[in-house]
Every structure is written in structure tokens, then in C-alpha cells.
């Protein structure tokens, strides 16, 4: 059983790889867009060297060629300014450039320095400045009565993003953020634990290593987010360091970083914004790499290998503590994100919604499987929704619910039905209208007197239940059609809009309990329970004008009319669903089948009507 379910885990991962390949992610496009940004670099470095003393570096997406045509980023650059010399002991001056020694004290975060000026003394000796401060405000003192460097020096270029400032190309819809940075040629001390690291797997080599040494660092304007002194911080960044390890990438471990960059795109930046960002899947992987055996990141293992990935981001947000990779006691999650639950409440949604796509990989192909590994992915799948079982209040229980109807599970319908009470969906509709489109202040406010960031981030994702296309299989029938709304929409319409939404399944949560009650009443035959379910859905469309998806409410409860065959009531409703979108409406199919059935039925009265006439002769 093992075998066969690891041969079907190797085929699935090497039509993955072939796949990526295809649609751009192979070695040789990914080498061609290196040369290309390198390249660029080379030729904007001149310019720049005749003009001025900066030196240009391309990061980011496009300086490691991990871009796509379907996976667009900004471009990240870096700017060092040539006459300024970031230093880390007085022994390193060099004169006629201006030196800045890296210091620091107890105030400071890992991973975080201050620079203060050297000057050269009455006896010829270089030495730090003291009680010094400049006109413009860029050298000012701190607690230690140092003269430090505030990292506001370049705030004056633009509006401000972290260390960088971004300006928009308007033709191509991209921004462009650009840090100007000081280099430190010298590998700062509180980083030489990286150096004496042990190594089980030749990764980085040992070329590698002696590189990131030459290379040093970079730092940054930008101060630590809960520090007391932060305008007067740098940050240290090792991003040349980073961008060669990450070009070295073997074509798996690329591809591997390369899906964690999607996931974090679809599933988790919707959640808690850029508060996780491409960073933080670029330190999983190098932490991945070099802990896990050389053999093991290879085509075959693709899937293993992006799931380890996955459990080792989310055990760092569980514990809300992320290590830099090259200075262990820097929590990279303290730059963005305040508490450890956004990030993960986010990867408990990733995780539910991998166990839905492992179920629906599972409905599509259980012809083609043995029942072992129908098995495995059935265990596999249950593992992933008991991960993203809390994620929210109630919708992974109601696709769970919706899941059981597919498979044809009472036991799994019957399970999460009762484990959804009306009184929690009241509580989540109501509290959900509540909050609506408030400001941040008044969220926050909300989360102070009333809710918990927990309770408000279950609340915020279980407004509405969400089927996506990839999803059809495991998606209730009557919900499917909904996916098809697009359909005869006008072009200019289509350009126009901007909602995502509009190709998916969307109910919402409370709606969708009372629908899932009905249909399932419906297969028990139990009437005057089916009969509560529906009334529920007619009083709810009835006094609720704030629901969010209110045309797809409409049209399920017509659905339902139809069911009973009464047809003119499901004929109103999906005429009410056409008033609220006369676009994007899946009203416009099942008024062809009302339409059909309602002459059919004509048709057949005249049938029999005729016969008895005839009989009666």
C-alpha cells in the first residue's frame, strides 16, 4: 500500500514540475530572466557611477528570476551610496569618505544597529562623535548621548514603505520600490553564529559561505517597529548574500519556493495583507534546505517537500516566532505583524483549503485509484481540515457539510450540521453587519470592548462560504451553476470589473445553512423539517437588506421553489435576483429550465387532456 501510494505522491509531483515548467517556471527561462536582470544592473550601474556615487542592485523577484507570466512583481532595487563606509571597529576607517561605525546597546533589537559618525581626532586618530547634532536633523543623539545617523535621511525622496520609498509605472502597473542603503563590507558579530553553524547537508557550500562573507551587508533606513529609538536604527540586510543562495536553487527547491510564493498570494495576503510577505517563504526555504537531507528536493518529491515547507510556517506562527536566517535571534515577524494569531488564523484557512483541493483531487480521480490510495488522500485530506477546522466560526464546517452531500457521507453531513447552531450563525451574521465596512479605528475599537482579534478574524472570513472553480467536484450541484455567471456578460463589463469573486460559488454563511438543512431534509424525506428550512430562507431573504451576495440567495431559494415544483415562486425569485445583478447572475439559467418545465408541463396537460376527450367519444 505504501509503494503504490508513493507512486501516485511521484507522479502527481513530476506533473506539478512539468507543469511549472510549461508555464515558465523552467531552468532555462528562469537563467535567461538572472542574465537579463543582471545585465540591467551592469549597464544602470555605469549610468549611474558617471552621474553620481550610487551603485544599483536589482532584488526581489526579478533579481532572482522567479517572475512569471502569470505571477508578475514589482521590481526591488537597491541604491548604495559609494562615499559613505559603514564600518564595525575603528580599525577599518578610510578617509576621504565619510565612516560610520555600527554600534549598538540593550536597547537594541537583534538584528539592528545604530550608526554613529568617526571623525578624526586632534592627534590624528579616528574616533566616534559624541554631543553632536546637525542643522537638518540627521545626526541627533541618543540615550547614550551618541551621535547617531537617523534613518529619516532619505524620507524627503518619497512616500515611505518600510526602508524603501515606491513610486508607480503608470504604463505597465507596477511599483517600483527603491531602498538606498550603506555597505558594510565586514560580516557584522552578532551574525558569526551563522559561520560556526552546523551543517548536515552541504548546503550552503562552502564557496557559498565565503562569499556571503565578502559580500557583508547592507544597511537599511528603517528602524525596529516596537523599538523606543526607532528612527535611529538600520536594519542589517544580507541581500546579496540572499539573492546568490537563492539563484543556486536546484530546479526543485526554485519550484518549491516558487508555490509557497502563489499560496501566500492567493490564500494568505487576502487574510493579513503584506504583513506576510515573498520574505518570509524565502527564509522557509533556506532554513528548509539546509536542514533536510541534499536527496530529498528532488522532482519526485515536489509535494513532499512544499508540505514540509508549509507545517514549518505554520509552527512559526503558532509560536509568532520566525528566526532571520542569518541572525537566529531576529524574529522576522515582529516587522509587520503585532501578535503571532493573523498569521496563523491565515495558514489555518491555507490549510483547510488544501485539504478541500486533496478531497477534490481525490472525487476526480477515485476512478483511476486503488482504495489504498483513495485511502491516503482521504487521511491526508482529513489531516489538512483538522488543521483549518477553527480557522473560522462556520463555513469550513458548512463545505464540510457540502462535502458529505458529494461523497455521499450522512455521517460527515449530519456532523457538521450540528456542530453549527443557529444561534452562532445569528451571532456571526449579526456581528458581521455590524462591523461592515467600519474604519480601522473603529475595528479596533470593536476588538477592544467586544471581540478578540481571534473572534474578529473568525468572523470577518465566516461572513460567506466559497467554492472555487478548481473546487467543481466537491461543490453541491445546485451551487455550481453559480460558477458560470460571467457567461454573456458584455466584454466592456468584463474589462471593467475587478471582483474575482464573480467566477466563484459565494453564499453566504447563514443562507447557506439553511439551503445545506433543506437538501439535506430533502434526502431524508423528513417534510415538516424541510419545510422550516425553507420558511428560514424566505424569512431571511425577507428581512435581511444587507446581505452581501443577495442574488445568489435568491436563486437557491428558487432552486428550491423548484424542487417542491412550485414554479411561479421560483420564477419571482430568480426575476428579484436579475433586479439586484442583471450581470453576473446565474438567474439566467434557471429561468431557461423554469421556462422549459413550465412548457413541458403546458404540453403535457394538453396531452392528457386530448386523450380523455378522445375517450370520452
Not at 526579478?62 to 562615499?83: A, C, I, K, N, W
Not at 562573507?213 to 529609538?229: D, L, R
Not at 485539504?355 to 482521504?378: M, P, S
Request: charged share 20%.
Amino acid at each position: 500500500m505504501t509503494h503504490q501510494v508513493s507512486e501516485h505522491y511521484r507522479s502527481v509531483s513530476e506533473r506539478l514540475s512539468n507543469i511549472l515548467d510549461d508555464v515558465g517556471y523552467s531552468r532555462r527561462e528562469r537563467d535567461r530572466k538572472v542574465t537579463v536582470a543582471t545585465e540591467t544592473e551592469v549597464f544602470f550601474s555605469m549610468v549611474e557611477a558617471l552621474r553620481s556615487k550610487l551603485r544599483l542592485y536589482i532584488f526581489g523577484s526579478r533579481g532572482e528570476g522567479s517572475t512569471g507570466p502569470e505571477f508578475q512583481s514589482d521590481m526591488d532595487q537597491l541604491y548604495q551610496s559609494t562615499d559613505m563606509k559603514v564600518v564595525t571597529d575603528l580599525s577599518q576607517y578610510q578617509p576621504e569618505v565619510y565612516n560610520f561605525l555600527m554600534v549598538n546597546d540593550t536597547h537594541t533589537h537583534p538584528g539592528y544597529v545604530k550608526l554613529q559618525p568617526i571623525r578624526i581626532s586632534p592627534g590624528y586618530a579616528p574616533g566616534p562623535v559624541y554631543h553632536e547634532v546637525n542643522s537638518d536633523a540627521f545626526i541627533t543623539t541618543d540615550s547614550l548621548n551618541r551621535s547617531v545617523l537617523s534613518n529619516t535621511i532619505h524620507h524627503t525622496l518619497g512616500t515611505v514603505y518600510g526602508p524603501a520609498y515606491r513610486k508607480y509605472n503608470c504604463i505597465r502597473g507596477l511599483s517600483i520600490d527603491t531602498v538606498f542603503a550603506f555597505r558594510c563590507l565586514q560580516w557584522p558579530q552578532e551574525g558569526y553564529e551563522w559561520f560556526m553553524r552546523r551543517r548536515l547537508n552541504g548546503w550552503p557550500t562552502p564557496t557559498q559561505i565565503v562569499n556571503a562573507k565578502e559580500y557583508g551587508c547592507f544597511v537599511t533606513p528603517v528602524g525596529h517597529p516596537h523599538s523606543f529609538e526607532g528612527l535611529l536604527e538600520w536594519r542589517l540586510s544580507f541581500s546579496i548574500a540572499e539573492r546568490d543562495f537563492t539563484r543556486s536553487f536546484e530546479d526543485t527547491t526554485m519550484k518549491v519556493y516558487i508555490l509557497l510564493k502563489m499560496i501566500k498570494k492567493t490564500y494568505i495576503e487576502p487574510v493579513v495583507g503584506d504583513a506576510f510577505s515573498s520574505y518570509h517563504c524565502k527564509v522557509c526555504m533556506f532554513w528548509m534546505r539546509e536542514r533536510t537531507p541534499h536527496e530529498l528536493w528532488r522532482n519526485e518529491n515536489l509535494l513532499q517537500c512544499l508540505v514540509l515547507c508549509i507545517r514549518q510556517l505554520y509552527e512559526w506562527a503558532t509560536t509568532g516566532f520566525c528566526p532571520d536566517y542569518f541572525i537566529v535571534t531576529n524574529n522576522i515577524y515582529d516587522r509587520k505583524i503585532n501578535g503571532a494569531y493573523p498569521l496563523k488564523h491565515a495558514m489555518m484557512i491555507l490549510w483547510s483549503q488544501l485539504g478541500f483541493h486533496v478531497a477534490t483531487i481525490c472525487k476526480e480521480n477515485e476512478q483511476f485509484l486503488f482504495r489504498e490510495q483513495v485511502d491516503y488522500l482521504v487521511a491526508l485530506a482529513s489531516g489538512c481540515l483538522s488543521f483549518g477546522i477553527n480557522s473560522d466560526a462556520t463555513s469550513v464546517r458548512l463545505k464540510l457539510c457540502g462535502l458529505g452531500m458529494e461523497l455521499g457521507n450522512h455521517y460527515l453531513i449530519e456532523t457538521s450540521l450540528e456542530n453549527i447552531s443557529d444561534f452562532c450563525m445569528n451571532y456571526i451574521f449579526s456581528a458581521t453587519m455590524t462591523l461592515g465596512n467600519c474604519s480601522k479605528s473603529r475595528i479596533e475599537k470593536l476588538c477592544r470592548n467586544r471581540y478578540n482579534t481571534e473572534e474578529l478574524l473568525q468572523i470577518q472570513t465566516s461572513y460567506s462560504v466559497v467554492y472555487l472553480p478548481s473546487e467543481m467536484s466537491i461543490t453541491p450541484r445546485p451551487l455550481r451553476m453559480e460558477m458560470f455567471r460571467s457567461i454573456g456578460a458584455p466584454s466592456e463589463l468584463r474589462e471593467e470589473s475587478s471582483d474575482s469573486w464573480f467566477d466563484w460559488s459565494v453564499v453566504d454563511s447563514l443562507m447557506c445553512l439553511y439551503f445545506f438543512q433543506y437538501l439535506n431534509f430533502s434526502r431524508q424525506r423528513k417534510v415538516k423539517h424541510k419545510q422550516v428550512a425553507l420558511d428560514n430562507m424566505i424569512h431571511l431573504i425577507s428581512t435581511e437588506s444587507d446581505m452581501l451576495h443577495r442574488d445568489t440567495a435568491l436563486n437557491i431559494l428558487g432552486y428550491s421553489f423548484a424542487q417542491e415544483n412550485q414554479l411561479t415562486n421560483a420564477y419571482i425569485c430568480f426575476l428579484e435576483s436579475l433586479k439586484v445583478r442583471p450581470f453576473y447572475n446565474a438567474a439566467k439559467f434557471y429561468l431557461g429550465i423554469i421556462f422549459n418545465r413550465i412548457l413541458a408541463t403546458a404540453r403535457g396537460h394538453r396531452h392528457y387532456g386530448n386523450r380523455s376527450n378522445i375517450s370520452s367519444d
